[in-house]
């Protein structure tokens, strides 16, 4: 077993404690609004594949998309959305792996609800789902999620150039991986 296959078992137990307050749980139909509040953050929409302006149509059909095969949740604070995170696994002989989408609100970066999330998360995939290989892709500028990715274990298997058109250029993203062992 390699020093990386062995680190997000690690990272799990030691992860840094939620912030006072805040509550993690499931994704419910009546949160839509507020997630679609959430998304259109200019912070939050940057680290996105999202356009300016999504309404809350996109976020119910974005939502229902999701399917049974993963897992979405929210953190809550004071009793608003300030992050949400989440998981869809692959079919067939992809079964095994799952893309990881997750995104904190923009006052709310740097204090842990990140951390929160991607704990549960993983814990989830790991333990309830079976997932052995988790992915996503996160920009190359968005060193904070790639640290946090890290620190979780992912690792960078590419470069993908000119992944998306975001403010005017091309945005390059790397394409990261955790794989359980």
């Not at 990272?11 to 507020?34: E, F, H, M, Y």
């Not at 990881?100 to 204090?111: S, T």
């Not at 704990?119 to 060193?143: P, Q, S």
């Not at 690792?155 to 990261?176: I, S």
Request: glycine fraction near 10%.
């Amino acid at each position: 077993m390699t020093s990386s296959q062995a680190h997000p078992a690690n990272t799990l137990k030691n992860a840094t404690k939620k912030p006072a307050g805040l509550l993690i749980r499931a994704v419910q139909s009546g949160d839509i609004d507020a997630l679609t509040v959430l998304t259109n953050l200019p912070g939050y929409r940057a680290g996105t594949l999202r356009r300016p302006y999504q309404n809350s149509e996109l976020t119910k059909r974005w939502l229902e998309s999701q399917g049974p095969n993963g897992l979405n949740i929210v953190a809550v604070l004071e009793g608003n959305i300030i992050g949400v995170a989440g998981f869809k696994c692959f079919p067939g002989r992809r079964s095994h792996a799952a893309e990881l989408g997750m995104g904190v609100h923009d006052d709310h970066q740097k204090r842990g609800v990140g951390t929160a999330l991607l704990k549960e998360v993983i814990d989830a995939a790991d333990n309830w789902f079976g997932v052995r290989r988790l992915e996503l892709t996160v920009y190359t500028d968005n060193e904070q999620a790639i640290h946090l990715y890290k620190k979780f274990g992912f690792e960078t298997e590419g470069t993908l150039r000119a992944y998306a058109f975001r403010a005017g250029c091309y945005a390059n993203a790397l394409y990261m991986a955790r794989l359980r062992s």
